[in-house]
């Protein structure tokens, strides 16, 4: 039964009711066209073996085997797939490994009064390495 045959209201009512045009109660989705089903096998078979694939690499794959599709089309079924090609992401926030670690000089020293340990940081300061030696 409908939504609004079980509200007791008529298809007109109840639109109103539900803020909707009448015209959406009678979509029916179209899917997806012989043809794309074909192109989205092919290229769930592609993946599997080749799971780094991305979209312009599909494409050129699918051209090759002789279908004639844009990068577009390819995106959206790939997509509508929940494909996602592997590759490496970036790791921004890893630090590198630190090519000598400074040793901390105030360790195990008893700070008793005010001024009797100054530090700063000079890091920031670039220099020449060779002009020291």
Same mark, same amino acid.
């Given at each position: 039964?409908? $939504?609004? @045959?079980? $509200?007791?209201?008529? @298809? ?11 015209? /959406? ?8 066209? $012989? ?15 080749? +799971?780094? $694939?991305? *979209? ?6 699918? /051209? ?6 844009? *990068?577009?089309?390819?995106? @959206? ?10 590759? +490496? ?6 630090? /590198?490994? +630190? ?7 105030? @360790? ?26």
């Amino acid at each position: 039964m409908e $939504a609004s @045959r079980l $509200a007791g209201m008529s @298809r007109k009512r109840f639109c109103a009711y539900m803020s909707l045009n009448r015209s /959406t109660l009678y979509y029916k989705p179209k899917g997806e066209s $012989a043809e794309n089903l074909e192109l989205m096998q092919e290229i769930d078979r592609y993946y599997l073996e080749h +799971p780094t $694939a991305g *979209v312009l690499h599909m494409q050129s794959m699918l /051209t090759l085997k002789g279908y004639h599709v844009n *990068v577009k089309r390819v995106r @959206r079924l790939m997509r509508l797939m929940h494909l996602m090609p592997i590759y +490496p992401k970036p790791s921004l926030s890893k630090g /590198t490994i +630190p090519k000598y670690v400074h040793p901390y000089l105030l @360790r195990g020293l008893d700070i008793q009064r005010p001024n009797q340990v100054w530090s700063t940081d000079i890091s920031y300061i670039p220099v020449d390495v060779l002009s020291i030696f």
